[in-house]
């Protein structure tokens, strides 16, 4: 009898809170330069998209008939990924994945490296992926924003008091029900508890969070043979947004 996996944050939090979404509602909770990317492809590439979650992006590109598949650390977001999207997936490790080299037109990290406590490695694994000439998408949070200020200070007393029962009801009072409240405004009633309780975790309570600057991801990129195509800022997004070409001739669009 096998020994059972240990269960990722992710597993029991999954980046679920885009159930139902049409392709239009899709499209509008992506990042501009990755559906610009996305919308690029001829449609024969083959694309990765590495930390899949529940398949926001890959049912994205699924609805687009593009070839795709997904890997993920969390058991549970893969299942719910790929049973939704109809597209394969694997259980992998963004710092191993479970993939050869250069296989990948194009290799989506959204929102992905900076959860994983070595985000210079997480990128060198996805360029290890993509093929000479392919594109790697890379998406991570901004330092010195908003963002960063509310996951190092009341995401502290937050996270602190998500590990205790006694306290647990406090956060979700005083914090969690507010949050919900200002995204079911937000969408429009699209925003369901459990999506508003998914976006809630990943954006407070995920144990792993670095804020990468402009700068220092392009000389990681430049040590790995990565040519900048385009960088997005994306104001008013906790996210900027870099799209790189692999160094060699491929398949991939130069």
Not at 95 to 107: G, K, Q, S, T, Y
Not at 184 to 205: C, H, I, N, P, Q
Request: charge should be positive.
């Amino acid at each position: 009898m096998g020994v059972a996996e240990p269960r990722t944050f992710y597993d029991h939090y999954p980046f679920d809170w885009v159930q139902g979404y049409s392709p239009e509602e899709l499209r509008a909770v992506i990042s501009p330069l990755l559906v610009e990317t996305i919308e690029a492809l001829r449609g024969d590439e083959l694309v990765l998209d590495v930390g899949c979650g529940a398949g926001r992006v890959l049912g994205y590109m699924a609805k687009r008939g593009l070839r795709c598949a997904a890997v993920d650390l969390s058991r549970e977001s893969v299942r719910r990924a790929t049973q939704r999207c109809g597209r394969p997936g694997a259980v992998g490790d963004n710092l191993r994945l479970p993939i050869r080299d250069a296989v990948a037109d194009l290799v989506i990290s959204d929102g992905v490296a900076h959860h994983t406590g070595d985000p210079r490695a997480a990128i060198a694994e996805n360029a290890r992926v993509v093929k000479p000439g392919g594109r790697l998408y890379l998406g991570v949070y901004k330092p010195g924003g908003r963002y960063e200020f509310l996951y190092r200070w009341p995401g502290r007393w937050i996270r602190s008091g998500l590990k205790h029962g006694a306290t647990r009801p406090l956060v979700y009072l005083l914090a969690m029900v507010p949050y919900y409240a200002a995204h079911a405004v937000k969408s429009g009633g699209r925003r369901t508890w459990s999506g508003a309780k998914m976006l809630f975790y990943d954006y407070f309570a995920s144990p792993r969070v670095e804020f990468l600057s402009r700068e220092t991801v392009e000389r990681w990129a430049t040590e790995m043979g990565l040519e900048l195509v385009e960088y997005r800022t994306n104001p008013g997004s906790n996210v900027h947004s870099f799209v790189f070409r692999k160094a060699g001739n491929g398949s991939g669009r130069g």
